[in-house]
């Protein structure tokens, strides 16, 4: 896959629980950049509040996008340039007022750097205010508030929300308005809070869409990230399509695979590994024949547990292994001394072609997290890499997979590396 653009979602993908973005993911965010990689953050939240975030991957600097209000409105990050927008007419807001009133939620919108909130002491509306580092303003009436803005359809509301504690009352609205409003605006309940009224035909996918034409490209080179319902059509439209291993089952179901959560930099680990797969080959990265290794190991170890070789060069070995009755646990998941024994092999095959003539690797120390379980019936991916090729010694990183991308060890090799007699 030749990746042109990442689109991330940002809560719950590109930032942790805590809502900050680690250290790993801002180093790998700003490195495909470097390598000529738009990004696009997509999220529900307003533009003011995703700034922070844009500005910390340098997101200005290198031509990359926000995608904010749901997908209400895409601009250049560098200029502030709106190059997709869709908002709601004020003349609509009557109505959802009318409709607010009758189901008892609270009414709020955005505009510039303020929530505008019929009640800003809800402690949703509250904390959507402190997470984006917006004022809030109250106001009697939405209506009353947005009107002088009819004669400016720059400055019309992406979105009006509906706020209520019991979700059961929006999903009722929801159907509602859907019911209604068919044809005039759409409807997108990001949680169980929360629902939110926007322009027709407003989504993330609808937005990355119209990024895609102004780039250029095809959606094929297109690799997003998501974990919620609004993030699913996102995720289908994309070339590969990627949820959070926090994300909840039917957005799993949707993606093309599924990485680690968004506590465990998985959507930094995800994108690390399709930038080297993709990015970062060196020249001198020739390919080793792997069918030629497998005929010779078809009696070894490799042979007895199922192993194959899939690509072998001195900067990159990949291996898969079937997690079976050779490999598995009694209770059905891959044994943790079949992890040793793939990561071993590939860091050892590595070290062979990385050596020099005349020198000869021998394996001194091997240190391996188990992250997660692989059960029987699944097929494993291990992934080598070179951590330091020295001339005593070599020391590999080697990751592995199951077939639909999570990580299950993470083993460090460490070879010596001898001259022969």
């Known amino acids: 896959m030749d990746i042109k653009l990442i689109v991330l979602d940002v ?16 180093k790998i965010l700003k490195k495909v950049q470097q390598n000529g990689v738009r990004i696009a953050l997509a999220t529900g939240r307003p533009t003011y509040g995703v700034l922070p975030f844009a500005r910390a991957i340098d997101l200005d600097f290198n031509d990359g996008f926000i995608i904010s209000y749901n997908g209400a409105k895409v601009l ?27 189901c008892g939620c609270a009414l709020a919108y955005y505009e510039g750097d303020e929530v505008v909130a019929t009640d800003t002491e809800n402690h949703h509306i509250v904390d959507e205010a402190q997470m984006n580092n917006m004022s809030l303003r109250h106001v009697d009436s939405i209506s009353a508030a947005t009107e002088h803005l009819a004669e400016d359809k720059t400055a019309w509301p992406t979105e009006v929300i509906f706020v209520n504690d019991d979700e059961e009352v929006l999903l009722g609205m929801e159907e509602h308005l859907q019911r209604h409003l068919n044809g005039v605006m759409d409807t997108i309940h990001s ?5 939110e009224i926007v322009g027709y035909q407003v989504g993330k996918s609808h937005a990355m869409s119209a990024l895609v034409q102004k780039l250029g490209i095809s959606m094929k080179e297109v690799l997003a990230f998501g974990d919620g319902r609004a993030d699913i059509n996102m995720l289908q439209m994309a070339g590969m399509g990627i949820a959070m291993g926090n994300a909840p089952e039917e957005v799993k179901r949707c993606a093309d695979y599924t990485t680690l959560s968004n506590d465990e930099d998985g959507a930094a680990i995800a994108i690390e590994r399709a930038f080297e797969e993709e990015h970062d080959k ?21 042979g007895a547990l199922g192993m194959q070789y899939t690509f072998a060069s001195p900067h990159r070995v990949e291996a898969t292994m079937p997690v079976d009755g050779r490999t598995r646990q009694p209770f059905g998941i891959l ?3 079949a992890s040793l024994a793939l990561a071993e092999t590939l860091a050892g095959l590595g070290s062979m072609i990385a050596c020099k003539p005349g020198e000869m690797a021998v394996g001194m120390q091997v240190s391996g997290n ?40 993470s083993v460090t090799v460490t070879n010596s590396i001898m001259n022969k007699r």
């Open 76 to 102: 250049e990050a560098s200029t502030g340039k709106v190059i997709f927008e869709r908002t709601i007419d004020p003349k609509m807001i009557p109505y959802l007022e009318k409709q607010a009133e009758r």
């Open 370 to 409: 188990h992250v997660s379980s692989a059960h029987d019936g699944d097929t494993v991916r291990g992934v080598a890499t070179p951590v330091h090729l020295g001339r005593s010694s070599h020391v590999w990183n080697v990751q592995i997979f199951t077939s639909t991308g999570k990580l299950v060890s």
């Open 335 to 337: 044994a943790g001394g």
């Open 191 to 195: 949680n169980p809070y929360y629902l």
């Open 11 to 26: 809560d719950g993908t590109l930032l942790t629980s805590n809502r900050e973005m680690s250290e790993r993911t801002i």
């Open 282 to 302: 060196p020249e001198d990265d020739q390919e080793v024949p792997v069918d030629v290794l497998n005929a010779q190991n078809k009696n070894t170890l490799m």
